[in-house]
Nanobody, 121 residues
Framework: QVQLVESGGGLVQPGGSLRLSCAASGSIFRIGGMGWYRQAPGNQRELVAVINSGGSISYADSVKGRFTISRDNAKTTVYLQMNSLKPEDAAVYYC???????????????WGQGTQVTVAS
């Protein structure tokens, strides 16, 4: 099994910052892409940022210049640094990780449990 543990959410004032973390562990042979999505009440889950195994990064237009996705050297933890937060950034943030459990390189996407980000004064 593969476990993803998210942390770092919370309440922040507009203009503030938060850093989310998502650590993967378990039956992992190789990790591919890692990403962050968010879902606000009444909305569909949307992509926030992704980083692939080669380090290429993509952001949603709404967060460009404010959010930064990164991964640690062991490539088992993905981070989302969120600066200049706005009320519209409030949502449950989910990480996902593409994992191959063995040399067959059959990929499975796993999701974190979600962490609440609230932006309010």
């Amino acid at each position: 099994q593969v476990q993803l543990v998210e942390s770092g959410g919370g309440l922040v004032q507009p203009g503030g910052s938060l850093r989310l973390s998502c650590a993967a562990s378990g039956s992992i042979f190789r990790i591919g892409g890692m990403g962050w999505y968010r879902q606000a009440p009444g909305n569909q889950r949307e992509l926030v940022a992704v980083i692939n195994s080669g380090g290429s990064i993509s952001y949603a237009d709404s967060v460009k210049g404010r959010f930064t996705i990164s991964r640690d050297n062991a490539k088992t933890t993905v981070y989302l640094q969120m600066n200049s937060l706005k009320p519209e950034d409030a949502a449950v943030y989910y990480c996902n990780v593409d994992v191959a459990k063995d040399i067959s390189l059959i990929w499975t996407r796993y999701w974190g449990q979600g962490t609440q980000v609230t932006v309010a004064s």
